[in-house]
């Protein structure tokens, strides 16, 4: 696989393509996608366990950013933007349905789930490498 791109979990994506497509401005600002776009989310292209499909673009920036999967893990944006791609405004909760979209079940319990924080620690070198506006 080429260099630009990064596997996390059962997904890899081109990441370079991926921070291209967004417009970074300042820290507090909404950031926006020159993606592709779906009625209700931002969309990229990527491949799960080798096989090419359309996800949404921000569960691959999550990924991007934190190294880590969010099969788990709802992805809203604070600011009320569906569109927006600024991970600090990102709010991560548990998912609370008990089976994922290809249908296995989850490992967290629904009545005690585990609360995901946004790790600001983990965002400085990300910030150091794609921040740069
Ligand atoms: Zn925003």
Redesign the pocket.
Known sequence: MKEEYKTVGAWSWNDELLWKKIVKTDDN???AWTGSVGPFTNLMGARKNGVAQMTQSRRLLYRSVFNEDCEDIQIR???K?RY?M?PS?FDIKPNQRRFRMDGTERTTPVDQPEKPKLKQAKLKPVQEKWWLV
């Open positions: 600002s909404c950031w944006q604070t600011c933007n927006c600024n405004h």
